[in-house]
């Protein structure tokens, strides 16, 4: 014991002596300087949720807005529902993926007023009922909704029965999955995966393993570019056709994915508001980003940059009436 | 969990039990396996002739006005929060003081404060500072596990997540204890207090934390103020059911010899009951402890910082490497704070019994410690060197890396991917048989029984198990199941949790009494299990999904991974406790491995098996949401989709206070069948 006691002191001492040309704490920078005229941005409070194309999203506004506008962004990663009463109470600025969710837009943006759109993303949401790549090739007819009765025991688990298996996934977002299986009158038992894990686990296993399995998912989603699910064609989406929960036997509509604001931060004049407002991709530019973070394990910062890196003018037009124009 | 409820003796035990001894103490065993099965006869016969008639049943997406009324409320109290003088005068002000606390931990270790990029204190001054508290709480060996135990964190990659967790834990632990000893206090001297006050605990700690994060998110704001909240409503009740206890277990002469002598309240408790106390008191901050390191995983749902931070989001790239890397830094932090507080209870104990002073090189070592302590806190305030924990070190020209998170993430993939490319077939076949031979058959006859049946069924086999006041709770229990409209997915998670929880009896008994006759096979195995109970069940969730498919039998093995371990110690202790000289008793009659174990050591243990159950129960309950994050169903996924969509609020809550309902009939009917045991026994 008195050895280790003096073993101690004595490396003490050591890094005492050393410490004399030691970098002292005083010396290291703190982050986020300001860049030449552009307009102070202050701190930027951005929800996360918690999906990596939301995080590819949330990477590229992250690094523009600390490296060239000057911003100090606080990364929230909280689930969706949380995001929109952070924007209530003025501890989230911006949401960068909203899908849909009507529900919440009618409490915080028509009842309350603390809310409102920044715009589209440009991304198109789908949602719908895929199949791994691997059960295309055995069976090229499953595709059609109408031979999905034909196959219904291929896809029987321990969970649906006697009947197939429909798998769904995230709960935060509601399907139509039950009233579809019903009113198109499949033999399928929807069963609950209960997360986005559960379902992207099942879909790799599926397809690594050569399983069957027919599973609610959505695009854009960095799993399709490691796995290449194939969608089934349910009968077309035509405006009107889910009006009523109950009844409706269509495909999903697709989703203009938007960017939710805070009205306060809207009316603040920050230089991010304007980056925020001014952001927009296409799928396949958030899923670059996506594959560098999720396949590639590069760092969010890492990707961001690169995608910067790649696309001067699309970064550009995001920056516009920013004050810092041109800067990257 | 209730880890506790039932180490407790009951302190008064009502009248109507001690006359209900029946089934075990009047007439065994034998009798007592003969009334289940005509229970259950009975309920097979009706249940053929029933089937699927008034089940009631409702889809996950359909909802009751109860459930509707509970989400409108929900909205409208967001609506009104910046209006509301509840929020204004209450939530606010005590937000902001537990705000700049845990803000004033997380500046001190962990965040940079102000304009300094940098915590006060860097890794070298909380690691001495760490390793010093050790050996002044503990002793030398704990003092060198912390040393060896954060510097591994550091080398982890994870210097700065692990201190953001720790500050979080100190900070939820700090407001606990604060909280807790005065009400454990209160709740040990009057018995009216501690009969108000233990549902309200139990209620705390089996109600699923996702049922009210998102209303203390509404309350508190997203930030540090939630994250402890959450953490301090899992955490605090061990310790104010452990400090009452303490308080309770004061032999009554030493109470009556202390107001003998004239004391008053104060002076009683000051001078008697506390120091007799202090033990168990001490086991109580560590049980509180270890509810908090629980909850890291689950308080990084609302942007808590921290280690549950970096398992959430490697989560969504399916990345179980990070996970594991990030879950093993919490099982190591775990198990330090473990060692660190029980080994305190221990010298508690040991330097109130012997009179005599501590070990006579302990205080110039201490006093030299805290000098080695101050140096190490002024260099890491001052160099960056020993503020910031270096990736790497350069002595002369080598050049050594010091990142052995990288190799920790690598090995857990490869090994991860190895098994669920060659195991799944059989794993899989696992899941299908269990499932067409125990789960469906129970459940079916749980949840297609008309609801009067199953009512009965269940009313009747508590009465036997648990007695009279077991079969009135059951009872009680179950029609309030009915009142809030969620009996089918009530009696769907019962089922699993059944099945989950015999899964864990019988490890319990198997592993059990092999580590309680074998001390080298309890040293091998003890590790293990600690690192089960502490591993967050987010990181081992990815895997078991691969091998088992997204299923209930997947929220099952997820189940029996963390309730195992509880069952398996009480039962090793039990066996451990049944004296030698029995043993050798029987053993020179000629009596084999098996006889005795059999015949001796398991009957003397029954209490420890009933513990072990009521234990596995609990803990099996608590990982109900678990499951419904896998593919478990019923009100696990009720609960999840709650705390994901507003419209879903209500019925989330209401499958929330469904699992509190089914906890309490468990609880209750078992920890009864334990007391009888126990009575049965002496």
Redesign the interface.
Known sequence: ??C??FA??LA?LV??TA?CN????S?????GSLAPGSKPCGTFNLAIN???GY?ADAAVITYLAENVLGCTVKE???????AW??L??G??DAILENWGHD??KQ?YID??GVAQSAGSTGNKGQIGWYVPPWMVQKYPDITDWHNLNKYAEVFR???SGDKGQL?DG?????TND?ALVENLGLDYKV????????????L??AE??KTPLLAYFYSPQ?LLSEVPLVKIDLPKYTPGCDADPAKIACDYPDYDLDKIVSTKFAESGSPAYTLVKNFQWTNDDQNSVARS??LDGLSDDEAAKKFIDANPALVAKWLQGTGAEGQP | MATLTADAPPSAPAPETRRGLSWFAERGPAQFIAAIGAVLAVWIVLFTMFRGRNTLALAPADTNALHNWLSDLQTRVGEGRNTNPLFIYVFNPIRAVIDAFANGIQGLIAHPVGDRPVPYIGWLGVVVLLTYLAFVLANWRIALLTLCGFLFMGLQGLWQESMETLALTIAAVAIALLIGIPLGIWAGMSNWFNRLITPVLDFMQILPTFVYLAPLTLMFLIGPAAAVIATLIYAVPPVIRLTAHGIRAVPEETREAVESLGATRFQALHGALLPMAKRTIVLGINQTIMCALAMVTIAALIAAPGLGQVVIQALSTQDVGTAFNAGLAIVIMAIILDRTTTAASERVEVERRSFSGPNRFRRPLIAIGAVVTVIAIWLSYTYQLTAIFPSSLQIGSAHIGLDVGAHIINVANSVTEWLQAHLAPLTNAIKNFVTAWALDPLQTLLDSSPWWLTFAGLTGIAAIVGGRISALITAICLALIIAIGLWQDTMDTLAAVLVATVAVVVLGVVIGVWMGRNRRADQIVRPFLDAAQTMPSFVYLVPFLALFSASRFTGIVAAIVYAAPVAIKIMADGIRGVSTETVEAAQSVGSNTWQIISKVQLPMSARSLALATNQGLIYVLSMVVVAGLVGGGALGYLVVAGFSQTSLFGKGLAAGLAIVLLGTILDRTTAAAARRIGRTGQ
């Open positions: 014991m008195r280790r006691a101690a002191g003490a890094m005492l410490g030691a970098t002292k704490v010396d290291l920078q703190s982050r918690s999906w990596v995080e929230k990663h909280i689930d969706e529902q949380i009463q952070g209530s109470t501890q989230v529900q919440l409490q009842n309350m688990t321990s969970e798998l995230s709960p935060s977002y509601v039950a069963v609950q995966g209960g997360s986005e894990t559960a379902l992207i686990s099942s790799r296993q690594q393993q960095w973070i999720a």
